[in-house]
């Protein structure tokens, strides 16, 4: 028998993907008298990043990590220690020693602190390292802000960085409660979905304010509340920094617009001042008006930072902090105050203080534009052309295919999302932004459409459904809740009707559901057909609420905007309620009701 032939001792790199083949069968070993051992290679490509090894003294390498993510070219360094296992036999074929890595999910785990240690690399808890201070750069550079304000949020414990999903991500939060995003600034994929970010918690955890704990234990007097998102948690801190108070204001964070905070995180803003900042959109501005009713109890002041009306250099409207840091020139010299965001002394017209009896001292800047007759509605002003077809492009590829057998189900869902923007822009979208958005759709669908169709016949289904939709995205939501409000009504808080003292419980009713479902829209009008009309009282059906519609037609009560289609199938009617939304939930009348 031949001797087995020595291994050549040099490094050669290895196909992509061998540092993943694993041996799990049931082997032989042998000892270490065998001194030949495969190397490892040098270069490979592994979760969007390459590694090449630039240093090695016995058992311990430099790995240069580079990541093409960003517009220039970033570097990071990993420092891992390398280990051999022995040869072994499967099924009498001999496996060679060889020189094994971490396991996979230990790459990018630890971490070397260089730049704030002063005994230079050290290994840190896991097998290999990355610089924090490189993150710290990469998430500036994603962001376009100052990196003193993201190293700020560093050192609070506010921000941290760790693979998440197989990719390199950034956290925002503390112990209570935390959110996640891509370093690259790319949605995840999670069940099919793409979301832009992925909260820790669920339930009641969910409404825990980020970053009170900070403030506690460092006696922070002004707190800057971002009530939507942690990119504007993160321009906060930018524009602290910009101000020259990053060391002394601080920062609370809500995860959304729905939040309620507990009476714990309330109580923490006793005897402090806080400057409310949410989202210049309806839901936002309701968050805002909602949370800081909760706080003026507790805290010595809250003031309210209004965005609504300023541009972006792009020419779209700012919508929220994070925008802020992209103001239009024009824009920030006709707004002065702008420079002092976290200047709590400024008191300037986009500032509101809100006191302890609901009342603000200073007037609220006034909505862009309102409608004609839509009776004090805000209509926020469209988005531009570049913004609408990113959205439209953000929905193909939330509803594309991602399996067989799905595409009836998720262009449905696309036309129904389709409907509700144009529902929102007051406008039919055109051949020139649906034509991109279907090719979208369909060129991602592709590999798990059915082969024997065309993409003609993709669209021709596509554009028939879009005129069938009779419930866009989200609106079957707001009926339901809305017809949930009406029937807990008592009789006394339905609506009067103009002229009519002794109007009978079913036409009131009606009324109130009309009024509850104006309260809920953004712009004043809504949708509502004769068949669910008729679910607003157990003595109508849709012919009786048809015949009572057209009533408060006539008494004022209501405005057609649009008649609905007098087909099964066909679209519902859309109405603006005419009578002041005043006591929508609580208003209390008191007259003479006949059954």
Known sequence: ??????????????PQGTH?????????????????????????????????????????????????GCPELSVCYEVIRIRRRDGFQINGRLVEPAEIYPKADAWGVGRVHAHRQRRGIREAAGTCMTTTKNWEDELALQLMISPDAISEAVRR?????????????????????????????????????????????????????????????????????????????????????????????????????????????VEKFSGRRVRICGDSDTAGQEAVSRVGKQLVAAADEVQIFNLAGLHCQNGSFVKDLFDLSRIDYNDFEANRDLCSVTDFDSKGERVSVLRKEHEFSFSPLPLPHV????????????????????????????????????????????????????????????????????????????????????????????????????????????????????????????????????????WRRLAALHRQLAHQSANGTYFLSCRDAAKAHQGLNKDSANTINHALIQLGVIDPVRIGDARPGGKASEFRYLLPLNGATDFQSQITTKE
């Open 371 to 506: 409608s004609p007759g839509c009776h004090g509605f805000p209509v926020y002003p469209v988005s531009s052309s570049q913004e609408l077809g990113k959205e439209l492009e953000e929905l193909a590829l939330r509803n594309a295919c991602t399996k067989r057998d799905t595409a009836r189900q998720r262009r449905w869902q696309l036309t129904r999302d389709l409907k509700a923007v144009e529902k929102r822009i007051a406008r039919e979208l055109n051949p020139e932004e649906l034509m991109p958005t279907f090719d979208k759709w369909y060129s991602i669908s592709r590999p798990h459409l059915d082969l024997k169709k065309t993409g003609d016949d993709y669209l021709a289904k596509f554009l028939g459904e879009l005129a069938k939709v009779r419930v866009p995205t989200s609106e079957g939501e707001a009926l339901k809740k809305a017809l949930e409000h009406v029937s807990t009504l008592s009789v006394s808080a339905l609506p009067p009707l103009p002229g009519l003292a002794e109007a009978v419980e079913s």
């Open 20 to 68: 993943d083949i694993k041996t799990r069968a049931t082997a032989e070993a042998w000892g270490k008298k065998h001194h030949s051992c495969k190397p490892s290679p040098t270069r490979f490509r592994r979760d969007g990043f390459d590694y090449r090894q630039i240093a090695r003294e016995r058992d311990a390498a430099i790995y240069e990590q580079t990541w093409s």
């Open 157 to 265: 414990g506010l921000v941290s960085f760790k693979k998440h999903r197989r990719v390199a991500c950034w956290r925002f939060g503390d112990t209570l409660n935390g959110c996640w995003r891509r370093l690259d600034g790319l949605p995840f994929e999670i069940n099919r979905q793409l979301v832009k970010a992925e909260a820790e918690t669920r339930g009641e955890e969910w409404h825990r304010l980020i970053g009170l704990d900070d403030v506690l234990a460092n006696n922070r007097r002004e707190i800057l509340l971002i009530i939507e998102g942690t990119k504007d948690a993160l321009t906060a801190f930018h524009f602290a920094d910009v101000e020259g108070r990053l060391s002394s204001i601080g920062v609370a964070v809500a995860l959304g617009a729905g939040v309620n905070p507990c009476a714990e995180d």
């Open 1 to 14: 028998m031949s001797p087995r032939p020595k291994t050549i001792n040099c490094v050669l790199p290895l």
